[in-house]
């Protein structure tokens, strides 16, 4: 791999055997503060809103799968010719790279590797959560509107047939093939579900945005999901750098200035290194009751 940085671009040059591509990104510095700059990594170009003296840039994701694609088909398993595995393996894979890009270039470009983000909405959302659970590097995620195969419960949803189920998720090129042997009957039997990817994320910092305002997206899932991944944080120590926040918004990714000061404050906590904010947050709407799942004490390690 090799990576240049120039007039703001980036550019990374993978090679796997004989098959190599080339990811670009330019690099957006802000208006305020000074060099070496935190930076968020837009899945898609998307996300919620950061201002501030944080840096941006875009990761396109249809340089390696496009959004809507055919398993196996693309330039990620042109490198990687393994076509049970799906494009969020591939997307997450190529964040990866963009962010061993600005090491490579680190005497060159203003970004501190060290305080960087992800964020995107929608598809681009569970994209930006898969990112922050497989690379450490990543000090902050925050998904917007990820709703299945994001943060929200496959187990809880299989009941909510009007929102992002298993049965949905069954046969798009998003997903390990394996996913297609459950449908929503089969969920008890996942060994695994969606707050085990967020719990991955921990020591580090997440904050879900959920919109209530589209069933599709299973808002309940989503802050019950949230929930029981607090229990990891909890264990560890740092209840504080896991949260949820749930609105109604106009529309999909129509991101409300109520949930304006959530954001800001996990970006001033966990970006920008004050302290004294405080990020205990989760807002929902919801009674969920947790102890038919969770039926014991969660200790902690200290």
Request: charged share 15%; with cysteine; proline share 6%.
């Amino acid at each position: 791999m090799t990576a240049t940085y120039s007039g703001n671009l980036l550019t990374v040059n993978v090679q796997v055997g004989g098959q190599s591509i080339t990811l670009t990104t330019t690099i957006n510095l802000p208006n305020s503060g000074s060099a070496p700059y935190p930076a968020v990594i837009r899945m898609a170009g998307s996300g919620v809103p950061i201002g501030g003296a944080v840096a941006s840039m875009n990761f396109s994701d249809g340089q390696l799968a496009s959004q809507f694609p055919t398993r196996g088909q693309g330039p990620f398993w042109d490198l990687f010719p393994d076509s049970t595995v799906g494009a969020y393996a591939g997307w997450a894979w190529g964040v990866s790279r963009i962010i061993d890009g600005l090491e490579l270039t680190a005497e060159q470009n203003p970004i501190d590797t060290t305080r960087l983000a992800v964020t995107g909405c929608s598809y681009a959302g569970k994209m930006a959560l898969w990112a922050g659970a497989f690379d450490e590097r990543i000090a902050l995620t925050i998904p917007e509107e990820s709703g299945g195969g994001g943060e929200a419960s496959w187990r809880f949803m299989a009941n909510q047939p009007e929102t992002e189920h298993l049965e949905a998720a069954q046969g798009t090129g998003w997903y390990s093939e394996r996913l297609e042997q459950f449908g929503n009957a089969d969920a008890p039997k996942l060994p695994f579900d969606q707050h085990s990817l967020v719990a991955m994320i921990a020591p580090r910092a997440v904050l879900a945005i959920q919109n209530t305002g589209i069933d599709r997206l299973g808002s309940e899932a989503g802050g019950a999901s949230m929930r029981a991944a607090a229990e990891v944080y909890e264990a560890l120590g740092v209840p504080e750098r896991i949260g949820f926040s749930q609105a109604v918004a106009s529309g999909h990714c129509a991101f409300p200035s109520s949930q304006n000061a959530d954001v800001t404050a996990f970006v001033e906590r966990f970006l920008l290194g004050n302290e004294s904010v405080d990020t205990n947050i989760m807002k929902d709407s919801y009674t969920t009751d947790m102890s038919q799942w969770i039926p014991w004490e969660t200790p902690t390690l200290e």
